[in-house]
Nanobody, 122 residues
């Protein structure tokens, strides 16, 4: 599986962005798809993840109620809608795929995209 993330940019606090991650490969639907982020000099942080149907979604505490993960399996794409953005959301955002379900640890993900920069100005 190869992953290509896009949609990052510069936005003012309180604004919104929608990230996309397009996957290649035949078995996209079987993967648990996640988003992580990493700010300078900080560890990679779990943001959100979803199973194939969207019936099992997980969110990091810092983004609950503001971010929404969704996926379009026909287009092999997973999205991250980010609302009410804060300066502390500034980071490089990565999409990732895991063979096992309900994973929130970066080490449990098997494939990673290249990352897209999100910058939120105050």
């Amino acid at each position: 599986v190869q992953l290509q993330a896009s949609g990052g940019g510069l936005v003012q606090a309180g604004g919104s962005l929608k990230l996309s991650c397009v996957a290649s490969g035949r078995t996209f639907g079987s993967y648990f798809m996640g988003w992580f982020r990493q700010a300078p000099e900080k560890e990679r942080e779990f943001v959100a993840a979803s199973n194939w149907s969207g019936s099992n979604t997980l969110y990091g505490d810092s983004v609950k109620g503001r971010f929404t993960i969704s996926r379009d399996n026909a287009k092999k794409t997973v999205f991250l809608q980010m609302n009410s953005l804060k300066p502390e959301d500034t980071a490089v955002y990565y999409c990732a795929a895991a063979r096992s379900l309900s994973e929130t640890l970066p080490t449990r993900y098997d494939y990673w995209g290249q990352g897209t920069q999100v910058t939120v100005s105050s």
